[in-house]
């Protein structure tokens, strides 16, 4: 199978051709921009619509808050629990994300196995579990709250769009099972911040099962890191040796 350190017909590279590249160095220095001003204009562009005071999204209004529920939220000051609710739907969104990254990398496994040193797909099956399970957790979190897991906070919004690239990456027919990793590491990362963020947000609510909870899934999500690190590594000594990808075992 080629990997991508294949040499192939990569015209990108100005050294593809050295007599058109001095003529390209030559123009760049005697042709002037295209359009008239500097980045200024860019900035001010986007700084004429960020003045619009317009969010992404708003938080939902509180929904039917019951007894212990109320008591639980009651516990946070001023702003406090809509930002733990913000921060408790943007986690739902990217765990749930994740789980479809991962069952997307199963998928890419299927068809390509894996490489020297890379992941089985027990090992696969077991984050896409891990990442199910963190979302369905998450979920009952927000509806012991008193909040409605099915609405799409302004945070799920922006880690949404921030993620779509991951997606892109995972689901392209062009990428193998090392590139996937590669994308999923940027997950991971994301992943193992935002437990440690939503751990200290969640001290101030009294409750010792949910912050039980999510160290329990910060703990996993320090796993995952641990195995997409070593897996990268794995991979690129795989295509250092030349070899790149294997079939499945
Ligand atoms: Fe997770
Ligand atoms: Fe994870």
């Avoid at 957790?137 to 921030?162: C, K, N, Q, S």
Wanted: with cysteine.
């Amino acid at each position: 199978m080629k990997t991508e350190t294949t040499t192939g017909m990569n015209r990108t590279g100005m050294d593809m051709s050295p007599i058109d590249a001095k003529e390209v160095i030559a123009g760049a220095t005697v042709m002037p921009p295209s359009s008239a001003g500097d980045e200024s204009a860019i900035a001010n562009v986007l700084a004429h619509y960020a003045r619009r005071d317009e969010r992404v999204g708003t938080m939902p209004p509180p929904g039917t808050l019951k007894g212990a529920v109320k008591t639980a939220l009651q516990a946070l000051k001023g702003e406090a629990p809509l930002v733990l609710l913000d921060k408790l739907g943007e986690r739902l969104a990217f765990e749930r994300a994740g789980s479809r990254l991962w069952k997307a990398v199963l998928a890419k496994f299927d068809a390509l196995g894996s490489f020297e040193g890379g992941p089985t797909r027990e090992e696969i099956e077991q984050i896409y579990r891990d990442e199910s399970d963190h979302f369905l957790m998450v979920a009952t979190v927000i509806r012991h709250l008193g909040a409605d897991p099915t609405a799409e906070t302004p945070l799920a919004d922006v880690h949404g769009v921030a993620s779509c690239g991951l997606i892109k990456v995972v689901t392209d027919p062009r990428t193998n099972l090392a590139d996937a990793l590669e994308a999923m590491l940027v997950a991971e990362l994301t992943d193992n911040d935002a437990w440690d963020v939503l751990i200290d947000l969640v001290q101030g609510l009294n409750d010792p099962n949910i912050v039980a909870q999510f160290q329990a899934a910060r703990a996993a999500e320090a796993r995952h890191l641990m195995q997409v690190r070593t897996w990268i590594k794995a991979s690129l000594q795989a295509r250092a040796d030349g070899n790149g990808m294997m079939a499945s075992a």
